[in-house]
Structures are given as structure tokens and as C-alpha cells.
């Protein structure tokens, strides 16, 4: 039996979504951070030697990283859906948005955050450096789907599901104003709408208010 590991208020929401989306059987377990820390609790750390989430367990089997994760769970138990195969028109589109999620968006929101937590001067040349870098990457996301309906293009893959938690719960832990982004609104607007998105949001942090504008 497959088992997602959910940290609370976590990149492992993806996971839980996924699994909602496919339909397919899961156990879900969820820990709470460390209230103070925010860190995860030490029996999700014993669960896999980098101690972040998400980690699932498959069997003896246990794996961490979020992209990792998907592309286990999509080869496994995917059986061809949420995904482009390489001979579809928008299939370099769909590589690119899966992987600009952690590669980018996700890296340049967290350097961000600790950047923020440092309480350098407001011209301090990495802090300018590193908001102009985050812009760059939410006006690029804007103009993407501005012009398509999901990030892969015409049909929702797990592209948008790698992205979904940067561009809402990770605002968090590093608020973003979307003010500026009104096309990425409108897709959280289409994102929220998904039955198995709030199925998923609901079994994982249950109560927790999301940030879809
Ligand atoms: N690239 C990793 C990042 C994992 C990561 O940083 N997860 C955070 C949660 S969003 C975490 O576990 N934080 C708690 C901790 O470090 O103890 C992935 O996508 O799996």
C-alpha cells in the first residue's frame, strides 16, 4: 500500500493531490512542525535520511523528493494520465513548468524567505537581486497562463500540480502579492475549482484557509 507522509503546511501537499486527482488508493499520515521551529517533527525525519517533505512509503519502499515522488507514482500507478508524452505538441512546455517548480519558482521563494528572516537593508544587492529574480519567475507564470489555460498547455498535468504549492501555501512562509499577477489569480481561480485539489487541501490540512489569490 502506498502511504503519502504529509508535513503540515508542506511541499507534500502535491503528493496528497496527485494521489486525489488519479484516484488511486493511499494511506495518508499526517504530522504536525514543530510549533517553534517549524521544522519537521523528529518521526518524520526518522522517515528518510534528508528529513524534508514530502516521503512516501511503498511498501519497504521509501522515497523522498517531490518530483521524485511524482514521477514514481505516475509510472506506477499513472497509467498515461496527467502527463504529455513526448510526441504531443506541448510536451517541452510540460517538461519545462514540472521542472521550474522546484528548479525556479520554489528555490527562488525560499532563498527569498531566509533572505527576508536576515532583516538586511532594503538595498542590500542579493536581497534586490533575489526579488527581482521572484518577479521575473511570477510574471513569467502570468504570461504562461495568461495564454493557456494550464501550465502544460490545453489539458491540467502534474506541471500544475509541482507548481500549485509555490504559488499558494509556500505564500505562507513568503507572502507574494498577486495583485500583480492577475492571470495567475484566474488560474488558481481554475485550480480551486478541482474536486480532487479540495479533497486533497481538506484531508491534508484540514481547515486551513488557501491562498488562491
Ligand atoms: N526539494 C525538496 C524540498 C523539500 C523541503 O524543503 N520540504 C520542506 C517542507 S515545504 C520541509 O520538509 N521542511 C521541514 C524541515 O526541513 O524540517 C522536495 O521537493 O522534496
Known amino acids: 500500500m502506498l502511504t503519502v507522509h504529509h508535513l503540515g503546511k508542506s511541499q507534500s501537499e502535491r503528493i496528497v493531490w496527485l494521489c486525489e486527482e488519479l484516484e488511486i488508493p493511499y ?51 499513472g ?24 528548479g525556479t519558482l520554489q528555490a527562488g521563494m525560499g532563498r527569498l524567505m531566509i533572505l527576508n528572516r536576515l ?19 511570477f510574471d513569467l507564470v502570468d504570461a504562461r497562463v495568461r495564454d493557456a489555460e494550464y501550465l502544460a498547455g490545453d489539458s ?4 500544475d500540480i509541482m507548481m500549485g504549492f509555490s504559488l ?24 480551486g475549482a478541482r474536486a480532487a485539489y479540495r479533497r486533497a487541501m481538506e484531508k491534508g490540512d484540514p481547515g486551513m484557509a488557501l491562498l488562491l489569490s
Request: aromatic share 14%.
Open 27 to 77: 494511506e495518508l499520515k499526517r504530522y504536525a512542525r514543530d510549533p517553534v521551529t517549524m521544522l519537521a517533527p523528529p518521526d518524520y525525519k526518522a522517515l528518510h535520511p534528508i528529513g524534508t517533505a514530502p516521503v512516501i512509503t511503498d511498501g519497504d519502499f521509501v522515497l523522498a523528493e517531490s518530483g521524485a515522488i511524482v514521477d514514481y507514482i505516475m509510472a506506477k500507478y
Open 119 to 137: 532583516k538586511l537593508a532594503e538595498d542590500n544587492p542579493m536581497l534586490v537581486a533575489s526579488r527581482g529574480r521572484t518577479d521575473r519567475a
Open 156 to 159: 491540467f498535468t502534474t506541471a
Open 79 to 102: 497509467n498515461g494520465r496527467l502527463a504529455l508524452r513526448p510526441d504531443h505538441p506541448d510536451f517541452a512546455q510540460f517538461l519545462y513548468w514540472f521542472h521550474f517548480a522546484n
Open 168 to 191: 499558494t501555501t509556500m505564500r505562507y512562509f513568503q507572502p507574494y502579492d498577486l495583485s500583480r499577477c492577475p492571470n495567475v489569480v484566474n488560474y488558481l481561480g481554475r485550480i
